[in-house]
Every structure is written in C-alpha cells, then in structure tokens.
C-alpha cells in the first residue's frame, strides 16, 4: 500500500514563505520512476494543479504560482517539496502530494492521472 504523507502546512502573513514536504511509502512503489504533483483547494473551489515535477526533473508550475513557487524531489528519500514564496490571501487552501505513474509533459498537470493522494495539509494566509 503506498502512502503520502504532507506536511509543513499552517498559517502565514501575506508575503511570507512555507515549505511543504510530501513522504513516499510503501511496499514495490519505486518513487523515482512516478511523476510527483501538488494540487490545492480552497472551499468551493476545483482542484486544481500548483506544480508538479516528472521521474525525469522536469517543472510544471500553474501560472499563479510561476516565479513564487518551487517544487523539487530527492529520490534517495522518497521526497517531495514544495518552497511557497511571496506568499499571497490567494494561496489559502488545502494542499494535496500525488503521484502519476510515469507521466509526461502533457499528463504532468492533469488531475485524473494520478492515482496516489496525499491527506492534504493546510495552508492559510492572512493579510
């Protein structure tokens, strides 16, 4: 059963930084062969993607969030992160890890090719 685990949520002041970690787990789950996404959702609203980063390295960044955000992984740890910067009342939501196996440039921000979920960690910022 392969779990992800985030962490590293919680409540910041507009212009603040964050940084989140996601946890890989799980028996026959090779985290360096899956793409690696973070979803938020606030209240009312579609999940939707933030930023995700392929088996190969490559960046995928919803435009809200492109120069302020930044997603990274370590392999050797089964791990990965999500450094929030500048951040702003919009950014308030849920944020959810989740992996995609494989994955490509094209199915990197697409919601429905994942198929591992994390818990989801609060994020909250005031202004």
């Known amino acids: 059963q392969v779990q992800l685990v985030e962490s590293g949520g919680g409540l910041v002041q507009a212009g603040g930084s964050l940084r989140l970690s996601c946890a890989a787990s799980?028996?026959?789950?090779?985290?360096?062969?899956?793409?690696l996404g973070w979803f938020r959702q606030a209240p009312g609203n579609k999940r939707e993607i933030v930023a995700a980063?392929?088996?190969?390295?490559?960046?995928y960044y919803a435009d809200s969030v492109k120069g302020r955000f930044s997603i990274s992984r370590d392999n050797a740890n089964n791990t990965v992160y999500l450094q929030m910067n500048s951040l702003e009342p919009e950014d308030t939501a849920v944020y959810y890890c989740a992996a995609q196996p494989g994955g490509s440039i094209t199915t990197m921000p697409l919601l429905l090719r994942y198929d591992r979920w994390g818990q989801g960690t609060q994020v909250t910022v005031s202004s």
């Open positions: 980063i392929s088996w190969s390295g490559r960046t």
């Open positions: 799980g028996r026959s789950f090779t985290f360096s062969s899956y793409t």
